[in-house]
């Protein structure tokens, strides 16, 4: 059975919301091998001190939350083909029950992304309040897409898009499944299926306090 890290991979390196009204991807890009996320897209940094110089889209991630660049661009992750806007990077989680996304202001309509999951399913479920509390708005079954879909020789090559619509605004987005056993790229908030190019602004709407109508603009290796 494979896992989503490399056996060869040599060494492990060891704020307030925002709203606008654009639907934003998230790609990951920028973020160093097995870095914990955390509040790179929220205006703060990574775990290993990654800046993302764009917007600050009012986004967290869980502490168990890490991004991992593939072996074939010098990672430590045993994944390739990666889809859409994002060229070598995905999330993943080591730990826990999976990769928590928390919008504090809150997002309404749905989100896309693409999975990958060789070996064992997943699941994604959305809540009205953060970390994954509050009312379960929808949940989503992600089905084993299996390996080979490239001749890249990595485990996890086959990505398939899909999303989710709900009602109500949610808070927060648990993106499951057995750790180590899943990677996800292109989380894209504010549309509920994949967009074919970067969003351009218009869809993506936070809905918070104050706010009315639309807002104004690892320590463990993964073993082959």
């Known amino acids: 059975m494979k896992k989503l890290l490399a056996i060869f991979s040599a060494f492990l390196v060891l704020s307030s919301a925002s709203a606008f009204a654009d639907s934003v991807t998230l790609t990951f890009t920028g973020l160093q091998d097995l870095e914990p996320i955390l509040n790179y897209y929220n205006g703060g940094a990574g775990g290993f001190g990654s800046m993302f110089s764009g917007p600050n889209y009012g986004i967290s991630f869980s502490s168990d939350s890490l991004a991992v660049i593939s072996v074939l661009d010098g990672g430590s992750g045993n994944i390739g083909n990666l ?44 809540y009205s309040g953060l970390d ?70 218009g869809t993506f709407v936070l809905l918070g306090s104050g706010l009315l109508g639309a807002a104004g603009a690892i320590r463990r290796r993964l073993m082959a």
Not at 93 to 103: P, Q, R, S
């Open 83 to 126: 889809p859409g806007p994002s060229t070598s990077t995905a999330a993943f989680f080591l730990n826990g029950a999976g990769d928590t996304m928390n919008v504090a202001a809150g997002f309404t309509t749905g989100f896309s992304f693409y999975y990958a999951a060789a070996n064992t399913p997943g699941s994604v479920s959305v």
């Open 132 to 201: 994954g509390t509050g009312t379960l708005l929808e949940t989503l079954d992600l089905a084993v897409n299996g390996s080979g879909c490239d001749s890249s020789g990595t485990a996890y090559d086959c990505w398939t898009e899909t999303g989710v619509g709900f009602s109500g605004t949610a808070q927060s987005v648990v993106f499951g499944g057995a750790a180590n056993y899943i990677a996800f790229s292109d989380v894209t908030l504010g549309s509920a299926t994949v967009p074919t190019a970067t969003p351009e602004p």
